[in-house]
């Protein structure tokens, strides 16, 4: 049978019942869209690998790297397009094109002082050398992201939501922007980065 369209031309039961999400078994990139498919109440499949099983897929895999998302008899990548996708599903982006653009620019600043931080924990991934065997470099890079760029852009993001009123980031609706925040906060204060002070 015709698999169903992602463009809303077909029932969305489909996707709803057949879905599967994979990752490793940790909170990293995949908390975010985790949670966005449980607050709304989408069926799916938590499927977490080890690492053993990680490498012997990564060849098979749309850019080589996890998260990605199986649904409709098809694979998607891409931690942020992924949560998208399921903040829509659940409810969780909205619908007026303004409030979606600043849930859309909130979201982004996260992002930007996420990536960072991993290029700290997987250096070669981004055209980076190693670590020294000490990781002084690492050390004092992070020391300078937790007392200087957090600080700064976390302090720009509590001005732009303060600026609109509302008891979360855009209005008095849950979104996908409260989320992302959450998430990140949650990793500064986890304690796992050594070098960042939670």
Not at 12 to 19: A, D, H, I, P, Q
Not at 58 to 86: D, E, H, M, W
Not at 134 to 157: F, H
């Amino acid at each position: 049978p015709a698999q169903p369209a992602l463009d809303g031309t077909q029932s969305t039961s489909y996707l709803r019942e057949m879905s599967e999400l994979v990752y490793f078994d940790v909170d990293g990139r995949a908390l975010e869209i985790r949670l966005a498919l449980h607050i709304g109440k989408i069926k799916f499949t938590d499927t977490r690998l080890t690492f053993p099983e990680f490498k012997s897929l990564k060849p098979s895999l749309p850019y080589q790297q996890v998260p990605i998302y199986n649904t409709g008899g098809k694979t998607y990548a891409q931690s942020a397009a992924i949560f998208r996708f399921a903040a829509k599903r659940a409810g969780l982006y909205p619908k007026d094109e303004v409030k979606a653009l600043l849930v859309d620019s909130i979201c982004d600043a996260v992002e930007e002082i996420s990536q960072p931080l991993a290029m700290t924990m997987f250096p070669t991934n981004f055209g980076l050398k190693e670590w020294g065997s000490d990781k002084k470099e690492m050390l004092e890079t992070r020391k300078r992201l937790s007392e200087e760029v957090y600080p700064r852009v976390l302090g720009c993001i509590e001005n732009v939501i303060k600026e609109r009123k509302g008891n979360f980031c855009v209005g008095n609706n849950l979104t996908m922007a409260d989320i992302k925040i959450y998430c990140m906060v949650k990793k500064l204060k986890s304690g796992y980065f050594d070098g960042i002070n939670p």
